[in-house]
């Protein structure tokens, strides 16, 4: 979420437009502009939609039908800073499409935190979930304290609306949810997120308002880890108490704090893959997608390598999904805003090479060639 980054990108000119005939306004009424058409082509993927900001996707296929669970960005007054104070969203909706590269619908509003007893602010990367007919979108939220913790909502159509739970899930904190539903119909939530997600000020097992804003601060230390939590029967709560997922380097030793361009930040994504479970997450302030790979929905992982490079724009965070028999990777920029609070969501493929191992992608055609597979 912060705004410095080590890896200098370009920006684009703000350009304004009128909103698309016939879409529907957002609930702010703020218009995202349309793309220059002179820069458009330097960039691997087109944004899905220009009527509105999204950003964090989310993307699930249900019945053959392609469903994206956006954060909806806003262009608010706080300023920018280094714990994501100016991304102030406050509402969800829900993308969908009949196949890539179709028309997107988006969705009215699915889920607003005025309608969220516990929430104050920030209605940051959502996630949702499928079970015996009923739709489940996990968000996480600031409480009227400040503190992020995440939140469970339903409907019976995975457009919404969703009706919130009356409290956020018991023993939740930090930021990005993201539900993986194995095989066997068990289902785990990943979450987490340091700097201005909140994971560090956990560090001794209780939350610290003095804590740290950025991360350990242990350079040479085992980084902070993401965690992992089975989920009850009814989706609604943690069936465990949640466990950090341990993410290694090939001779198995913990990625440490200072190793910034693999250590976990935030976005934490499962997907499984010829048996094997693939953890992916954005290393944050050096603007990676990476990937590590296990045997067990609780890892550990092993770190492989890049999934993407660094898009035009501060945060990084995505999805990946198969349809019609090939894998899909989610993600957003900022191509039509130039501003780092206000991003778009694009797809593209995704390749699993003959070994497992995923084929780094580079969003800016004609920037730097993606790095091998492996780091």
């Known amino acids: 979420m912060p705004r410095t980054r080590r890896i200098l ?12 005939a016939g879409c529907q306004q957002s609930a702010d009424n703020a218009q995202a502009p349309a793309a220059n058409a002179a820069d458009a082509s330097k960039y691997l993927s087109q944004p899905l939609v220009k009527d509105i900001y999204t950003a964090d996707p989310s ?14 960005d806003i262009d608010g007054p706080t300023a920018e800073d280094d714990l994501g104070s100016h991304f102030e969203m406050r509402d969800y909706r829900v993308l ?13 509003v699915a889920l607003d935190v005025k309608d969220v007893p516990w929430a104050d602010r920030q209605m940051w990367a959502p996630d949702a979930a499928r079970k015996n007919g009923t739709y489940y979108l996990y968000f996480p939220a600031k409480d ?19 009706k919130a739970q009356p409290q956020p899930i018991k023993g939740s904190y930090s930021i990005d949810p993201a539900v993986f539903t194995d095989d066997d119909g068990t289902s785990y939530m990943y979450f987490g997120g340091i ?8 560090a001794n097992g209780k939350y610290d308002p003095n804590g740290s804003k950025t991360d350990l601060e242990q350079d040479d230390k085992p980084a902070l880890l993401p965690r992992v939590a089975k989920m009850t029967d009814d989706m609604l709560e943690f069936a465990e108490t949640p466990r950090p997922l341990q993410i290694v380097d090939e001779q198995g030793k913990p990625l440490l704090g200072g ?15 010829k048996g094997k479970y693939y953890f992916s997450y954005s290393t944050g302030d050096t603007h990676y997608l990476v990937y590590a790979v296990g045997d067990s929905p609780y890892g550990p992982f092993t770190y492989k390598g890049r999934i993407l490079e660094p898009v035009e724009g501060w945060t990084t965070h995505h999805s990946i999904a198969e349809w019609d028999g090939r894998w899909w990777l989610f993600y957003a920029d900022t191509q039509l805003s130039g501003q780092t609070r206000l991003r778009n969501v ?4 995704l390749h699993h090479n003959e070994d497992g191992s995923i084929r780094t992608i580079n969003p800016i055609i004609g920037g730097a060639a993606p790095k091998s597979a492996a780091h």
Request: proline share 6%; glycine share 12%; charged share 20%.
């Open 59 to 72: 993307a699930h296929v249900w019945d053959g039908k392609i469903y994206v669970y956006p954060s909806h």
């Open 144 to 162: 009227k304290e400040g503190v992020f913790r995440i939140g469970v909502a339903t409907s019976k159509d995975p457009m919404g609306p969703f």
């Open 96 to 108: 969908s499409m009949d196949k890539i590269g179709g028309q997107v619908t988006v969705g009215p």
């Open 259 to 273: 190793d910034h361009d693999r250590r976990f930040f935030e976005a934490s994504w499962m997907h499984k893959y």
């Open 346 to 349: 694009k797809v593209t493929e």
């Open 9 to 20: 990108l370009g920006t684009l000119p703000l350009a304004m437009a009128l909103l698309t």
């Open 195 to 202: 700097w201005g997600g909140q994971l560090q000020r956990y």
